[in-house]
């Protein structure tokens, strides 16, 4: 009779080297009980087009949920082709676009290998490397929130560049020709990750044209206010796109948010209303924080981001939570910490301005 071997009594052997040790992504604060304002995750205040709403009953009403979904999210495709004037095969849809960054990530960066990213920035790209068992190299902004020429001269072991734009927590937008001159001097694919692009004045679509290098991903989490239905796409050359397939999940949007994804991004007029109102209460926001003694970055997506030139930023935070008003406290290391206030209806920010004239 063999001897069993002894189990280890700490499962972290168990793993593959680096991801016990790996720092998860910590995602803004979901309550799930009691009457909340939440102003932390940057969702869209209002619901979503009522478009959607009828796509996902149509969809429940036969067998369509009996059968596996569309691997390629062809009618979402065709529709966004339309819309966003690139051609359907231009386009891959993804799980939010987190899942476009965890497949592009795992098709560029292998391990040991280098991702370059801004910081402050989005944090899951610094997760993303170290699930990929690759160093994430964050390149420092400057304190105007613009990149050093720098950024484009690279580690020799330099496979991707990741640029959130319009930034988050800053809401700052790098110009398209800023990226387009980035790009041409990387040696690698640069992705500019454009959740916020619906409420900014630019955005680098027209770039993915004129270079192979240049992939674009979009979110319908913020501007299309469907942040609990997880949907997103990226937009590339063919070439990139027939690669990405490669890796992404055989089912990786499901039926439901393929319709309803498809409908929204459908309704134009929608978006633009919405967009109109949130850009408005943007305004209105930036103003009452600068009237307040904080330094109000001007945003260009649907958060702004605040400092105080003398007052510590947490404890607003945990006031504001006492009185059921969330809003993201956010610290950077070798930077500093502030406010990211996400863009509420009208009446949200006016019960926000008046419990922070108390605090």
């Known amino acids: 009779m063999l001897d069993t071997p002894p189990r280890p009594d700490d499962s972290d052997v168990l793993l593959r080297s680096g991801i016990a040790a790996l720092t998860p992504y910590t995602p803004g604060e979901q309550p799930q009980g ?35 979904p569309d691997p390629l999210a062809t ?8 819309v966003l004037g690139i051609d359907p095969e231009w386009i891959v849809c993804g799980n939010g676009s987190d899942d476009l960054l965890t497949i592009l990530v795992r098709t560029f960066v292998g391990s040991g290998e280098c991702l370059r990213v801004p910081y402050p920035s989005y944090i899951l790209y610094r997760t993303l490397a170290g699930i990929q068992g690759a160093h994430c190299n964050e390149f420092p902004y400057k304190r105007d929130w613009t990149l050093d020429e720098a950024f484009a001269v690279p580690p020799a072991d330099l496979r991707l560049a990741i640029i959130a734009n319009p930034n988050s927590p800053s809401g700052t937008l790098l110009s398209p020709s800023r990226i387009k001159d980035l790009a041409d001097r990387l040696p690698c694919a640069l992705v500019v990750d454009e959740a916020y692009a619906d409420f900014s004045d630019t955005n680098c679509i027209d770039l993915v044209r004129q270079s192979k290098q240049i992939i674009v991903t979009r979110s319908l989490s913020k501007s299309y206010a469907l942040a609990g239905l997880r949907f997103g796409f990226a937009i590339a050359q063919p070439h990139i796109i027939e690669q990405l397939r490669k890796v992404k ?10 319709a ?23 305004q209105r926001l930036t ?56 863009v509420g209806t009208d009446a949200e920010i006016e019960a926000f301005v008046n419990c922070m004239k108390t605090l």
């Not at 009618?75 to 339309?82: G, I, T, V």
């Not at 999940?249 to 393929?258: E, H, V």
């Not at 929204?264 to 949130?278: E, F, G, H, S, T």
């Open 260 to 282: 309803a994804a498809t409908a929204a991004i459908d309704d134009q007029q929608w978006l633009a209303a919405n967009r109109k109102a949130i850009i408005a209460t943007r």
């Open 34 to 68: 009691g009457k909340w304002i939440k102003l932390n995750t940057n969702e869209n205040p209002y619901p979503p087009s009522p478009a959607v709403a009828r796509a996902i009953i149509a969809t429940t009403t036969d067998r369509t949920l009996a059968k596996y």
């Open 249 to 258: 999940d055989s089912y990786n949007c499901d039926t439901l948010s393929i």
């Open 287 to 342: 103003d009452a924080m600068r009237a307040l003694g904080f330094q109000a970055q001007e945003s260009q997506a649907n958060f702004v981001w605040c400092t105080h030139p003398e007052r510590p930023h947490k404890p607003f935070y945990e006031e504001l939570k006492k009185n059921g008003i969330l809003i993201r406290y956010m610290r950077y290391d070798n930077w500093g910490d502030g406010l990211r206030i996400t």
């Open 75 to 82: 009618a979402f495709r065709m529709r966004a082709s339309e």
